[in-house]
C-alpha cells in the first residue's frame, strides 16, 4: 500500500501538502512580573515530509505590557515586549474520525524587550534566547480547513522558558 493511498485512507495529510494558518496563544510569562506577555497572535506554515511527519514553523507576537507606577521621586513606565519564532517536527501519533493527534518537538527562539522611561529620559534593553520545545497538538479537519489546538512547553533550557496554550485554524495551499 502506497503511503498517499494510506494518508487518504487514513485522514493524514498526504506527502508534500502545505498547511499554513493562524491563532492565539496564550503564555504563562517568561519572568517581567506584572509585565509577563501572556496573549499572542500566531502565524505558521506546515510541510508534510510523510503523511506521518511533517516539519515547520511558527510565530508569535505577543501583545506588548507596559504599568507606571511612583517611586524615588518621579513616575516610571515600564514596557515589555515579547516574540518567539519555533521551528518544529511534528508526528502523527493517531488518527480516528477526523481528529489527528500529534507530539511535537524542536527548536525555539525567544526575542524580548524591556524599556523603562522618566521625566522624558528612558533605558532599554533586548536579548534573544535558543532553547527547545517540546509539546503535543491536535486537529479536527472540517470542509474548509483545520481547526487545531496545542499544549507547548517552549525555550526549555534557558531563562525565557513558559508553557504555552495555542488554538486557531489551517488551510492546505
Known amino acids: 500500500m502506497s503511503s498517499q ?9 498526504e506527502e508534500g501538502t502545505i498547511k499554513v494558518g493562524a491563532g492565539l496563544v496564550f503564555g504563562s510569562g517568561i519572568g517581567f512580573g506584572n ?19 511533517r516539519a515547520g514553523a511558527d510565530f508569535t507576537f505577543f501583545f506588548p505590557k507596559s504599568q507606571t507606577y511612583t517611586g524615588f521621586g518621579g513616575e516610571y513606565t515600564d514596557k515589555a ?23 511535537l518537538a524542536g527548536i525555539n527562539i525567544t526575542g524580548f524587550s524591556y524599556k523603562t522611561e522618566s521625566g522624558g529620559q528612558s533605558m532599554s534593553n533586548s536579548d534573544s534566547e535558543l532553547g527547545l520545545n517540546l509539546g503535543a497538538g491536535a486537529e479536527y479537519g472540517l ?5 487545531f489546538g496545542e499544549l507547548k512547553y517552549g ?11 495555542g488554538v486557531g485554524v489551517r488551510f492546505d495551499i
Not at 5 to 13: D, T, V
Not at 155 to 165: K, T, V, Y
Open 81 to 103: 515586549t515579547v516574540w518567539e519564532l519555533n521551528l518544529n517536527g511534528n508526528y502523527y501519533l493517531l488518527e480516528n474520525e477526523g481528529i489527528r493527534v500529534y507530539g
Open 35 to 53: 509585565l509577563d506577555n501572556d496573549i499572542g497572535l500566531r502565524a505558521d506554515g506546515y510541510y508534510s515530509i510523510t503523511p506521518e511527519i
Open 143 to 147: 470542509d474548509f480547513g483545520d481547526l
Open 155 to 165: 525555550g526549555l533550557g534557558g531563562d525565557a522558558d513558559q508553557f504555552g496554550i
Open 5 to 13: 493511498l494510506y494518508a487518504q485512507e487514513s485522514g493524514l495529510p
